[in-house]
């Protein structure tokens, strides 16, 4: 053995042969990595073995100069205090998720008019919990459409006024400040919301239909043509949602693949979510499962009736005790997906065998496939609404939640060059503060973009930064080194290249696209009588396009506070 690693025999030797916490130490005492045994001397041993063969044990002695230890009661008590501390000192070689957050949940509030929240703590408002979403984008989209179907009320907290407020125009909300529905109808729309937020879907369509019926009878057409609204949006919802026989119906299931991991959400025996949770530290043993789980449930996440997962876990009674305490109700844990669940990862999770890429990748460039690789696009409308894209590949697949989208500020006219160089500075400057950089950066464009790229880079002291180019049609790399790839010799190489810098092209028409719908739409509106700011924004928030406000009829405009005059010259107006 290398007599570097013999400082830690010393401690090994003293250890106890008892249940407990050990702690790895560097030189200034900051904690390298934590453990825990049910015999600290075995395990300590055991880490000392593994130095011939496993590379991270070499680092984590190799940066360490003293061990510590904490003996305990049980080793229940050993797996409670090892969770405690690599919560609160974040070892280096420890394994735990990035995000420090929990995915968003939606709250159905305890309120005489309940209204719906987003939260990511459990438990933090009181009410009723329904989620988690993933990705996060789909709570707000959720919270969105709740209020659009069951006209939950928007504003917080309540007050009591004369007039209704914006969003009753805008179909958000029932207007219960202004005494526009009754406690009764309101809390009924509540009790039905928080129905198909459960996943009892049929049972909410039922009762939607008994209530049309009611209406009919009473000769209320208009009530009842609303709640036919609300379930033709209701059966398009659950058509997105795939719906497994996996005998559960709730539960959150991981999926461990080498280094990845993914989180697969269902609730009412239909996947509500999916999402890839990204790892702190990837160089992760085959036993830190439980590292995973357990780090997720320690970010005040909701923990469901069952938990799957495709891997025996070392652990397990620990972790259904830790649980239960956790939950204040035990928790199923199964160690075998179900047969449906296997088939919905297949068809819907991109897992990317990507060796023979990172083969291709060393081979040909001379260095590692990056971990961590951002994209970077330029799109605009004859010198306007000038934008930047830059969009985020990580370990085998395309990251939305790192993307990020830029207005271009200092030009207004064309010149790529000159916009290119803008937001590269912009998105450069952030790369000091980050955990973690991207070591490549890929540019759409020819020679002219990458010259961009190595001027920013140098201006801002990145050298370590690795700066390519993609010039469309031929599909040639321009690297920083002087080489020309071209990718059509190189179909592995063709494939990672094309879709990272077709997804930048993507995003950053679609954000362009975007502004220009809003200015059009705004800029337009301007010229029309009897059209003010605020009846301009309403427009602009429920129809978005010109053409949508086109299709609409002048009753669905009267319902906005339009008058039949004024959507008469919008028309008019539009069609000329």
Known sequence: MNKIFDWALEFINKAPEEPGVYLFKDSKKQYVYIGKAVNIKNRLKNHYQQLKVDPKERKIFKESSSIEWIITKSDYEAFVLENELIKQYKPKYNVRLKSGSSY???????????TVKISRKFGEIK?????????????????????????????DPLPKRSLVCFDYHLGLCSGPCADKISMKEYKENAKIAKAFLSGNVKNVIYELYDKINEYTNKLMFEKAAVIRDQIKAIEMTIKKQEVIGVGVEEADIFYFLRNRVYLIIVRGNRIVGKDELKVQNEEFEEDNEIAIITDYYSKDTYI????????????????????????????EILTSLPEQVEGFIKRNINIENIENLKSEFERVFGFSLPNRVE??????????????????????????????????????????????????????????EMDNPPELVLIDGGKGQLSQGLTVRQELGLENLRVFSIAKKEEIIYTDDGKEVRLFENQELLKFFTKIRDEAHRFAITYNRKLREKEGLKSVLDNIEGIGEKRKE????????????????????????????????????LKF
Request: charged share 35%; glycine share 4%.
């Open 127 to 155: 009410g009723e919990y329904f989620g988690p979403f993933l990705p996060a984008r789909t709570a707000r989209a959720m919270k969105e459409l709740i209020h659009k179907l069951f006209k939950l009320r928007t504003c």
């Open 375 to 432: 994209c970077f696009d330029i799109s605009h409308l004859d010198g306007k609404f000038t934008v930047g894209s830059c969009v985020v590949w990580e370990n085998g697949s395309m990251n939305k939640r790192e993307y990020r989208r830029f207005r271009v500020r200092t030009v207004n006219y064309i010149d790529d060059f000159a916009s290119l160089r803008e937001v590269l500075t912009r998105r450069f400057r952030r790369y000091k």
């Open 304 to 331: 469901p009736k069952t938990i799957i997962t495709n891997k025996d876990l070392e652990d397990l009674e620990n972790l259904k005790q830790w649980l239960l305490k956790a939950k204040n109700k035990e928790v």
């Open 104 to 114: 968003p949940m939606l709250v159905i509030t305890d309120e005489e008019y309940p």
């Open 538 to 573: 309403i427009l602009y928030r429920t129809y978005k396009t010109l053409d949508n406000i086109l299709k609409a009829s002048d009753e669905e405009l009267k319902k906005l506070g339009i008058p039949t005059s004024v959507s008469q010259k919008i028309k008019e107006y």
